[in-house]
């Protein structure tokens, strides 16, 4: 199986070598640190070596349930937010046909829920579910965040008016902390199937444990790949390889010798739309990780061509605070060629014959050279093609370029504690009970 390949010779130019050096000699530490579990939030590094000690027992508890699952629901409900979804999204929206939703499958759709509080989303869905077989996940660490609790609620509600209470039980899924929370306090008291968020695995890097492979196989996909992929990766990232043979370390570190040139920005883009999930798990991964003590990266996303014809515009001739990092998918898994036309009124002939994907790659280049003469350093993320296997190794790569790259930066990568912020404000103006005094005052802003 391939390699993923990174290449930053377009991006090198636009930075110090020495900077480069620093950062080197920096990261040889940082990795230390994460191999001793001596960093910052170091109580939250079970993703580091997850995909080499994940058991064969537990890879086979998740493709029965599946199996069982698959079996019983034409629709799978997918309840969570954050990390407790994005993963699992990402990796089923890409590899999946983008039409699936209108085609004949044995495969249950995939749909999700509690990643927002709009009552016509849940309106929505509950009519929708009135007329489907169905089963659900619900996900949540802690077990108490608002959006999947609310979604959880209702979905609860309608299942078990529709099967009854016992039949409702067998439908549901519940992963979530070991021991502690209300979801597991209900999944107890209901005898639902659970899982486990290992406590020392955060949201965003839990992925590669039931949060993430359950719902990935019962979309029908195979999770030994994504996990081999996952692996393989890992096994190129042992601490003790430089960073010019861990990926992972040398884009952590190139962005960060941008990022100290003044490129705060960071986009990532994609030449295929069903990596647009991917970008929303990236994301997340980069902004919650980084984004603290006024510092970090600020993580954005585009989806060539189609972004090409908006934000195209800005990334050519906006402010330059942007670099970009391409994945760049080298097959495509079809075949579909430009035909010949008589006529030729749209000037087409001259590409007929040539496969779409050629047109595409022509493209990508095309736009990265452009970019970079417009100054917009390039780092790129190569990959054979976009399965299983490619998205493991993605996932553990950028997971691991988090953590190096929060630990540059001198922040906990692993914590989120801006995302109080809101939940605060949320709950006072709500009022929560426990929310008594931030209700007083924040009645008074409004
Ligand atoms: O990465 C994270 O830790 C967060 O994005 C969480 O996954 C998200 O807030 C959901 O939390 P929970 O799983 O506790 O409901």
């Not at 994940?54 to 990390?83: H, P």
């Not at 089923?92 to 004949?104: D, G, M, R, T, V």
């Not at 949060?211 to 994504?226: K, N, S």
Request: glycine residues 8%.
């Amino acid at each position: 199986m391939d390699k993923l390949k990174i290449s930053i010779t377009q991006a090198e130019s636009f930075i110090d070598k020495n900077e480069i050096e620093t950062l080197q000699k920096e990261i040889y530490f940082q990795n230390i640190a994460l191999e001793q579990k001596q960093g910052k939030g170091s109580e939250f590094l079970g993703w580091h070596h997850l995909p080499s000690t994940i058991s064969k027992e537990l890879l086979e508890d998740i493709k029965n349930t599946a199996e069982t699952i698959r079996k019983k629901a034409k629709l799978f409900v997918v309840i969570g937010i954050g990390g407790s979804y994005l993963g699992a999204r990402a990796v089923i929206e890409a590899l999946s046909n983008p039409f699936h939703a209108y085609q004949e499958s044995e495969n249950p759709k995939i749909i999700y829920a509690g990643q927002n509080l709009s009552e016509d989303y849940l309106h929505n869905l509950l009519a929708l579910l009135d007329n489907q077989d169905y089963a659900l996940t619900v996900i949540s660490k802690s077990g108490t965040t608002t959006e999947p609790a609310v979604a959880f609620r209702l979905l609860k509600q309608h299942l078990e008016n529709k099967y009854g209470e016992a039949e409702a039980a067998e439908r549901i899924i519940a992963i979530t902390d070991e021991s502690k929370g209300a979801l597991r306090t209900l999944a107890n008291q209901k005898g639902y199937k659970t899982y486990v968020v290992p406590d020392d695995v955060g949201g965003r890097f839990s992925v590669l444990t039931p949060v993430g492979l359950l719902p990935i196989a019962i979309a029908g996909f195979d999770i030994d790949a994504l996990v081999d992929g996952a692996r393989k990766m890992e096994s190129l990232c042992t601490s003790s390889s430089s960073p010019d043979v861990n990926p992972a370390a040398k884009y952590a570190i190139i962005r960060n010798a941008l990022l100290r040139k003044g490129f705060d920005i960071e986009i990532l883009i994609n030449f295929s739309p069903t990596l647009m999930y991917f970008t929303e798990w990236w994301k997340q991964l980069y902004g919650e990780s980084e984004g603290k003590e006024h510092k970090g990266i600020f993580p954005a996303g585009a989806n060539f061509t189609t972004d090409l014809h908006s934000m195209g515009q800005y990334i050519q001739e906006g402010r330059r605070v942007i670099f970009e990092t391409l994945i760049s998918v080298k097959s495509a898994n079809y075949k579909v060629q430009i035909p010949d036309d008589n006529q030729d009124l749209d000037g087409l002939n001259y590409l007929k014959g040539k496969n779409i994907e050629y047109v595409n790659q022509m493209a990508e280049l095309g736009t990265t050279l452009a970019h970079i003469d417009g100054g917009v350093p390039n780092i790129k993320i190569e990959i054979e093609r976009i399965d299983e296997f490619n998205l493991g190794q993605m996932i553990y790569f950028f997971e691991l370029a988090c953590a190096y790259s929060g630990y540059l930066l001198k922040v906990n990568p692993f914590d989120q504690p801006g995302v109080e912020a809101y939940k605060k404000n949320m709950f006072a103006l709500l009022g929560k009970p426990g929310f008594e005094k931030e209700t007083e005052a924040i009645r008074k802003r409004v």
